[in-house]
Structure formats: structure tokens, C-alpha cells
């Protein structure tokens, strides 16, 4: 995958010479009478789209063209194309202007791939002890052949790392697979979150930042050092709370959230490590 959102979206930091692989150029326009089947979730090109979008979505902002086309180094005409064509398969909402926003399961999707990326960063920089500058271009090349089950040994192997170790971004945590039994278990347990929820649930633990304003989850594990832990817990924000959203800022701006009858504001950074699940 290239670099997160930059120059033009959230976490800004340069792609350009980063040695990302280019896409190829999606179709303009895919013909309207191609099934919305058509879409191979196992191609590359559709994986790199997905979590493109997710790198924006992820800090609260639609996916615009032009910034698609600035980071995956394609034209936005290509954009375009594979934004309708994703549409058409239910894994976007597009909107010409206005940007892309993932839909629940293509949210699924892009947060699977950055969850594999940012696993390899911290897997190659941990264990093989490559430079944290060089790390990115390394899981670009790994992530789309790497497969669930060796995802999970590595973050067993790591001890259920938070972060990526080149941009301190949250690692999205594992949800349930597809046959609704607990995916990961082990992660959680190993850095001392709450257990991720399995059953029958369709997705696991999210950050508070995907939800809009009006939403309402159950707070499942909070990330973060005993500092910020403390601080949250004597906020009322604890585990197994309900939590409303009653308010987010754009431009990256705080979150404003309801919990045990206070009204608080959190900053977004903050609001990153709190995972959350559907009521």
C-alpha cells in the first residue's frame, strides 16, 4: 500500500520517490451492464483502492479523487472508474465532488489490508530490525500475499503490538472471521484489552473515530499506557460503557461524546485508541 492520507489529507507525510509499486489504471468508466460480481477481491488493485479510502476514512474524511490519485500515483479519471465500479459492488458510497466513504463491508475489507500492512511494519522493524524508514516499502510489497492465519502468528509473535513503528498509527485491531468464531484472541489477552467479542457479531472492535455523529457503541477495549488509561477511566470512559457521539469536528478536529450522563470532548488522537462495539 502507499503512504497514508498526506500532503492533501490526514497525516501528511510525502509518497512521492517512496518507492510504492503504481497501480494499474482502473477503467474510466466500467460498462453498466458488468455485474457488481465483477469485482475480484483478490486483486491487488481493488486491495490498494480499499485501504487508500480507509486511510482517510479512518481520520474522519471522505476519500476526494484528487487526493486518491496523489497517493496511489494514477490518474483521476482511473480514480473515477474504480470508484463507480465499487460502488456498484456495495464496498463504497461515491459521490462525484464529494469523495468516497467505505461502506460496512468494504470498511471491513480496507481495515484488513492496513491491519496486515501496519503488522508488517512492526514485524520488520521488531523482528528483522529494518529501519523504520524502510519499512513501509517492504509491507507494500508483503501485504497482499499475506495470509490471515500468518498475520495472526505475527502478532502473537509480537505481543499484539498498538502501533506501526514508522507513524505511531493504531494498529486496527482483529475482528471475527467469517464463520462468526473469535479471530485472534490471543491479541487482545496479550496486551491487556478486553476480550475480542466473537459470537455472532458481523464486525469486531472499531476506533471511536470511525463513528459518526449520532452513533452510539459500547466502549470493548481502550489502547494506551497506564497515563492515559487513568486519565480516560476517571472520565467515565471504561470498558463496557455505553458511549453516544454527540459531535466531530472536521479537519481532524476533537470528538464530543456522551458517557455516564457527561458531555465530553476528546481529542481525535485520543479517541484513535478507544475501540468501541455495536450496542
Do not use: W
Request: contains cysteine; charged residues 30%.
Amino acid at each position: 500500500m502507499t503512504r497514508d492520507a498526506q500532503a492533501t489529507g490526514p497525516d501528511a507525510r510525502k509518497i512521492k520517490g517512496s518507492g510504492a509499486k503504481a497501480l494499474k489504471e482502473a477503467p474510466e468508466e466500467a460498462p453498466r451492464r458488468r455485474s457488481a460480481a465483477a469485482v475480484d477481491l483478490a486483486s491487488e488493485n481493488v486491495q490498494e483502492y480499499l485501504e487508500a479510502v480507509y486511510s482517510f476514512n479512518e481520520a474522519g474524511a471522505p476519500a476526494k479523487t484528487s487526493q486518491l490519485a496523489a497517493m496511489l500515483g494514477v490518474k483521476p479519471s482511473s480514480v473515477t472508474g474504480m470508484m463507480q465500479k465499487l460502488s456498484r459492488a456495495g464496498l463504497v458510497r461515491y459521490r462525484k465532488y464529494k469523495g468516497a466513504t467505505l461502506t460496512e463491508e468494504g470498511l471491513r475489507l480496507g481495515r484488513r489490508m492496513k491491519r496486515k500492512h501496519r503488522i508488517l511494519e512492526r514485524f520488520l522493524s521488531d523482528v528483522l530490525c529494518i529501519r523504520t524508514d524502510k519499512v513501509h516499502e517492504q509491507a507494500c510489497a508483503m501485504e497482499h500475499s499475506l495470509s490471515d492465519e500468518a498475520e495472526q502468528a505475527m502478532c502473537k509473535v509480537l505481543g499484539g503490538p498498538q502501533v506501526c513503528p514508522d507513524d505511531g498509527k493504531p494498529i486496527p485491531p482483529c475482528g471475527p472471521k467469517e464463520d462468526g468464531k473469535r479471530d485472534c484472541r490471543d491479541h487482545a489477552l496479550a496486551v491487556g484489552e478486553a476480550e475480542v467479542a466473537g459470537g455472532g457479531g458481523e464486525r469486531g472492535p472499531r476506533p471511536l473515530t470511525e463513528l459518526g455523529s449520532g452513533g452510539k457503541a459500547v466502549i470493548a477495549f481502550i489502547r494506551g499506557g497506564p497515563g492515559v488509561m487513568k486519565r480516560l477511566s476517571d472520565m467515565g470512559l471504561t470498558p463496557e460503557a455505553t458511549i453516544h457521539v454527540e459531535k466531530v469536528a472536521p479537519f481532524k478536529g476533537p470528538v464530543q461524546v456522551r458517557v455516564r450522563g457527561s458531555s465530553l470532548v476528546i481529542g481525535r488522537g485520543i479517541a484513535s485508541r478507544i475501540f468501541v462495539m455495536a450496542p
